[in-house]
């Protein structure tokens, strides 16, 4: 059996939903796609610039010779009903952090399997060594829709994973995956903050998820803040309103540990919650905010209370008019003003 074949039939064994191989040449021309995006959006020009690190791979990596590719399937897990439409569901299942998930496990049994295959390998489990989503599509494994999403059978509920390798190898799938429906802009009119502005082209700056993660950092004066919706950390607007998606997730299984923690995660925990305990217990999991930026999740709440107002949302907001924190003070200052007039 050709080692293409044993890796892959091992990947499906460890529980991958897809496996491919391309050489390292052949994923040449992603930079170019970084420059088409930045010259649609030129807003974006300093996001995917950042991304130059995935591009250049046999400068930075002069061993390398081909990428192993892996497609997992999350649309399985049970989500808390008090955390859908307020916690997007990659990082509310992110098996890259989290040891005890079936992601993690197979993830370090593949890269042991391919170490002992002789193989020198280089991976990044969190943010990845090569462009994902376009190493992927040009393994075959799925295809990339108008969302910027990918999609395999299972829609876009996968996560993506890739080692370079020092062997020459070469395994590519193919895919009959209907492309987008031509007159379908459900994903553009769903994105709140129009990031999402034509088919394939977006501004990340602008994107709900950046701005609750990475980005708003200083969301009292950020014009989209009252366009987040019912979003406080991440988003999944375009993908739920893809008709691509209809029916693919399914809520089997349970992830380990969200169940445990959905009850800390509604507004008003978060808002009541010690640094001690995010630093434990929930940084860990959402690793996109360090363990110093407990204070982005209770300013992304505040903006949540405000756009979601109740009355019982009122003590929460008045009691962060008086925060040590600049930033939680300045946001629940402005919304006293826009809705009590104080």
């Not at 959905?262 to 630093?279: D, R, V, W």
């Not at 008086?322 to 939680?328: A, G, H, L, V």
């Amino acid at each position: 059996m050709r080692v293409e074949n044993l890796i892959q039939d091992k990947a499906y064994e460890f529980g991958y939903e897809k496996c491919g191989i391309v050489r390292i040449q052949d994923l040449e021309g992603y930079d170019k796609c970084l420059r088409e995006r930045i010259d649609k959006v030129p807003a974006s020009k300093m996001f995917y610039r950042s991304q130059s690190r995935l591009t250049n791979l046999q400068e930075r990596y002069p061993w390398a010779k081909s990428v192993i590719v892996t497609v997992s399937h999350f649309g399985h897990y049970k989500a808390p009903g008090e955390l859908k439409g307020h916690i997007a569901k990659h990082y509310l299942f992110d098996g890259r952090v989290n040891t005890e998930s079936k992601e993690f496990k197979r993830s370090v049994v593949m890269e042991q399997f391919l170490q002992d295959l002789g193989l020198k390998t280089a991976s990044n489990r969190n943010f990845g060594i090569v462009g994902l989503r376009w190493a992927a599509m040009k393994a075959g494994l799925g295809i990339i829709r108008k969302n910027n999403f990918f999609y395999t059978e299972s829609g876009s509920w996968v996560g993506l994973e890739a080692w370079i390798t020092d062997r020459d190898m070469e395994l590519v799938e193919s895919t009959n995956l209907p492309i987008c429906p031509e007159g379908c802009s459900n994903c553009i009119k769903a994105c709140p903050t129009c990031s999402l502005s034509s088919p394939y082209t977006m501004n990340p700056l602008s994107c709900v998820s950046f701005l609750t993660t990475f980005g708003g950092r200083d969301l009292a004066n950020d014009p989209l803040d009252k366009s987040f919706g019912t979003w406080i950390y991440g988003c999944d607007a375009c993908q739920d309103a893809c008709p691509m998606n209809g029916g693919k997730w399914t809520e089997k299984d349970e992830f380990p540990g969200v169940l445990e923690i959905s009850l800390c995660l509604t507004p008003e925990s978060i808002m009541k919650m010690e640094e001690e305990f995010y630093k434990h217990n929930i940084q860990p999991k959402f690793f996109y905010l360090s363990p110093d930026e407990l204070w982005k999740w209770k300013v992304n709440v505040l903006n949540f209370m405000r756009n979601n107002y109740q009355e019982s949302y009122k003590q929460y907001i008045l009691e962060a008019c008086n925060n040590e924190n600049e930033k939680i003070r300045d946001i629940a200052q402005m919304i006293c003003k826009d809705i009590f007039n104080r």
